[in-house]
């Protein structure tokens, strides 16, 4: 299994550019979560689906981010326009359904982004 | 959720032991534990989960107290690409959702050769 695919790998960008990240979840996994890491807030979770249904997106930090699932194999997290401070590592995450509060994320890569 | 408190930083030497400690003295009684680590430029990986009693698979071993209150990640043999920044999650086991993996600064593990 290839896991959580993630691409672009790195991205650097000019302020108020258009930035979209994208993001292939392990076949099966029926959960996608995008998270964000910066050293000062260290990992947070912006925004997840399930059976590609934005379940909980009250992580997202304002109307210059967003998310969508078009279907079961594909995400696109997208920033319109970005800024210097939205420049972090942006993780792609998936899972399927175990028993309940025991189920295993899996993580890509992530892709580090800079805004200029 | 609950909040765990872990040691910033701990040292360790290769091929030896290591317990990793978490407290976590407001746990329901519903709350999974779970352990993640971060390798250098990596995303997250999964290491374990408990409820209550101990817990055991290939990649470690996690020690629960009697009451709870505190667990201990225990590296049974030290490598060197065990160096990472090890994070203690309590998953809302009685009203939560998929999505709450919150993740605290964790513990950063450094292993000497």
């Known amino acids: 299994d290839a896991g959580v695919i993630q691409s672009p790998r790195h991205e650097v960008t000019e302020m108020g550019q258009e930035v979209t990240l994208r993001c292939k979840p392990i076949s099966g996994h029926d959960y996608l979560f995008w998270y964000r890491q910066t050293m000062m807030r260290g990992l947070e979770l912006l925004i997840y689906f399930n059976n590609n249904v934005p379940i909980d997106d009250s992580g997202m930090p304002e109307d210059r981010f967003s998310a969508k699932m078009p279907n079961a194999s594909f995400s696109t997290l997208k920033i319109q326009p970005s800024e210097p401070r939205d420049s972090a590592v942006y993780f792609c995450?998936?899972?399927?359904?175990?028993?309940?509060?025991?189920?295993?994320?899996?993580f890509g890569p992530g892709t580090r982004l800079l805004v200029l | 959720d609950a909040k765990t408190t872990q040691p910033n930083s701990m040292e360790s030497n290769e091929e030896e032991p290591v317990h990793l400690p978490c407290n976590h003295s407001t746990i329901s009684g519903t709350d999974y534990i779970h352990w993640y680590r971060q390798l250098p430029s990596q995303g997250p990986e999964y290491v374990i989960h408990g409820l209550t009693s101990n817990v055991n698979n290939r990649m470690a071993s996690l020690a629960i107290a009697e009451d709870r209150k505190s667990s201990t990640l225990i590296l049974h043999r030290a490598t060197l690409r065990d160096a990472a920044v090890y994070y203690c999650i309590l998953r809302d086991g009685y009203g939560g959702s998929q999505g709450n993996l919150i993740f605290g600064k964790g513990t950063k593990l450094s292993v000497k050769p």
């Open positions: 995450a998936s899972s399927f359904p175990g028993a309940p509060y025991q189920e295993t994320q899996y």
